[in-house]
């Protein structure tokens, strides 16, 4: 029986190469968050409800704006796992007014699928 690769391997050795060929190789396009006990909304912010953290935040420079702006979450799964397995929870991060993104990807490293939260469509798996 092969286990495969855990999550973080996995995403050391089959999503990290993939992102930075995208061009994702720079930290303020692509951005890994530690939890942290409160989201910057709003002026004071609130306090976080649940654990957890999203896997990667993408992020596109939009003209001469002084940070880029996030657009989608990806959240990985161990290598063996269902890729679409951890798409509810990704769902629930761009769901969250802490990044207002508009796209979700979950991934095993070798299939991944997305949600659209403007079509509010699913699609996937697809091969990477």
Same mark, same amino acid.
């Given at each position: 029986?092969?286990?495969?690769?855990?999550?973080?391997?996995?995403?050391?050795?089959?999503?990290?190469?993939?992102?930075?060929?995208?061009?994702?190789?720079?930290?303020?396009?692509?951005? +890994?968050?530690?939890?942290?006990?409160?989201?910057?909304?709003?002026?004071?912010?609130? +306090?976080?409800?649940?654990?957890?953290?999203?896997?990667?935040?993408?992020?596109?420079?939009?003209?001469?704006?002084?940070?880029?702006?996030?657009?989608?979450?990806?959240?990985?799964?161990?290598?063996?796992?269902?890729?679409?397995?951890?798409?509810?929870?990704?769902?629930?991060?761009?769901?969250? +007014?802490?990044?207002?993104?508009?796209?979700?990807?979950?991934?095993?490293?070798?299939?991944?699928?997305?949600?659209?939260?403007?079509?509010?469509?699913?699609?996937?798996?697809?091969?990477?």
């Amino acid at each position: 029986m092969n286990i495969g690769m855990n999550e973080e391997e996995t995403k050391y050795n089959l999503i990290d190469p993939v992102l930075r060929a995208k061009g994702y190789d720079d930290p303020q396009r692509i951005k +890994r968050e530690t939890p942290t006990p409160v989201e910057p909304i709003g002026p004071k912010g609130r +306090r976080r409800k649940g654990g957890g953290r999203t896997d990667y935040l993408l992020c596109v420079q939009v003209g001469d704006m002084p940070k880029p702006l996030p657009v989608g979450v990806i959240e990985a799964k161990r290598e063996n796992a269902d890729p679409l397995k951890g798409m509810q929870q990704a769902r629930g991060y761009a769901d969250c +007014r802490r990044f207002e993104v508009k796209y979700v990807f979950s991934t095993n490293g070798h299939f991944y699928g997305e949600f659209d939260l403007f079509t509010n469509l699913q699609r996937g798996p697809f091969l990477k």
